[in-house]
């Protein structure tokens, strides 16, 4: 909850968080990256407008959606698409 600005402030410094983490080699291992994010419309709306299969490619990030009714756990591979979720 909170206003529309401070969702995508909250929303901004966790992508910012993730990719600092970015590396194309770790030691010989690949990286795989995740943001976790509920499920809400403020925060699927600036997936979908910020964060495309090409950049999640680039980066291997999957999403990880909270659904709070649910309590369930979605994931979206870096090649996957943000619909019906």
Known sequence: SGKKSTQRNNFDRALASVVRYYTDDFQGFKTYLGLALPATSDYMSELR?????????????????????????????PDGDYDNK
């Not at 980066?59 to 591979?77: D, R, S």
């Open 49 to 77: 407008h910020r964060v495309g299969k090409p950049l999640r490619r680039q980066l291997n990030l999957w999403i990880l959606l909270y659904n709070p009714n649910t309590k369930m756990i979605c994931f979206v591979a």
